[in-house]
């Protein structure tokens, strides 16, 4: 099997950076259209308009629905094929840039992804998670390429709410657990083939800048400023954990994720939230060392991530909801496949009730 990596075709981050959004993408296109929420067109509407204007670039918005599903597509798809845009620029949430991308996708155009938030490695991926129109886990499509561009503006993103960098963090924190998984197991990476050493590093350096500045970080977000430390985790949570993840593999952290989307009472909690505890129910999974799993938990209580199901909303522990939550992780074609060793509903129904135990100590 091939040794691949890839990655975004530009990958820039600073402070300001959104101010310059035209500059940067002019070359890709010079007809855009938009996508974002309403609270992010009122947030950053008017610096995008005013640095198009500044280009004499016309730029159009499209309010963003809210959930990354086949509906939501298939609407802005008829906007664009409506007009003569060129260029699809994504701008918010993990779900609103997967939405951008597939447009894109469809649509044969150059996109940009301009996350607010450093919630997920989800912005310079070459995938999007679809879902239901409720929120269930849909389906993985996977294209061609990764995002022409990724502007990441730390500013903007410093200045949202710490739980969200903290999501963050939970899904940067299974990047190296699932690489070194896959890793045994041999199995091929999202991005078809094997991991590259540059992708394991990478993920590795991930884990490492997570534990190094994650709780300085959060300190420092909560107070509303941007440090050194902000700096480095938003860079861990995007471009580590994106480059990380996508070339060297995803395995039983993030089936768990999508298993526990059956849990409506988990819909509340954000994707990085359930991953973290994804993280260690692969740790007992693998039968890690106990030094293993106590750092990562330390980490997630230093920072507020949940290590228990109560903690992710689940007030009674129900054997036969935790079951399917099991069959779901377990379900063919589910990432927990990539683990280099068979693992069965029982086995993952155990290592939820144990990690739960642990977690709750």
């Not at 296109?29 to 004499?56: C, H, W, Y």
């Not at 939230?273 to 799993?293: H, R, T």
């Not at 991530?305 to 399917?324: F, W």
Request: net charge negative.
């Amino acid at each position: 099997m091939d040794k691949i990596i890839i990655s975004p075709g530009k990958y820039i981050q600073g402070n300001r950076a959104l101010e310059n959004i035209a500059q940067y993408t002019m070359t890709l296109g010079a007809r855009p259209l938009v996508i974002a929420d309403d609270f992010v067109t009122k947030l950053v509407g008017e610096r995008v308009k005013n640095s198009f204007s500044a280009q004499e670039i016309s730029v159009d918005f499209e309010v963003f629905g809210g959930e990354c599903s086949r509906n939501e597509i298939d609407r802005i798809c008829q906007k664009f094929c409506d007009n003569d845009y060129n260029i699809i620029i994504g701008i918010g949430g993990g779900k609103t840039l997967d939405t951008a991308k597939t447009v894109a996708f469809y649509q044969h155009v150059p996109v940009v992804i301009v996350p607010t938030i450093a919630s997920t490695d989800a912005p310079t991926s070459s995938l999007a998670v679809i879902y239901t129109p409720d929120g269930q886990f849909s389906e993985y499509l996977f294209f061609p390429k990764n995002p022409d561009m990724v502007v990441m503006d730390t500013g903007v993103i410093a200045a949202a709410p710490a739980r969200l960098l903290v999501a963050g963090m939970g899904d940067a924190l299974s990047t190296w657990f699932e690489a070194r998984a896959n890793s045994i197991s041999g199995k091929a990476t999202m991005a078809g083939g094997s991991s590259t050493l540059a992708a394991l590093a990478i993920a590795e350096l991930c884990y490492k800048t997570l534990l190094a500045d994650g709780y300085k970080a959060c300190v420092a977000v909560e107070q509303g400023v941007c440090t050194k430390a902000v700096e480095n985790i938003i860079e861990a949570n995007t471009y580590l954990s994106g480059i990380g993840f996508e070339s060297s593999g995803l395995a039983a952290a993030h089936a768990i994720h999508n298993g526990m989307t059956q849990l409506e009472e988990c819909h509340h909690c954000y994707h990085g939230e359930k991953v973290a505890f994804g993280v260690l129910v692969q740790l007992v999974l693998e039968n890690a060392p106990q030094e293993e799993i106590d750092t990562v938990l330390n980490f997630c209580r230093s920072v507020g991530l949940p290590t228990n199901l109560h903690m992710l909303g689940v007030k009674e522990i129900c054997m036969d909801k935790l079951y399917n939550v099991a069959e779901a992780a377990t379900a063919p074609g589910e990432t927990i496949h990539n683990m280099p060793f068979t693992i069965t509903a029982n086995d993952v129904l155990s290592a939820i009730i144990t990690a739960h135990h642990l977690g709750s100590k």
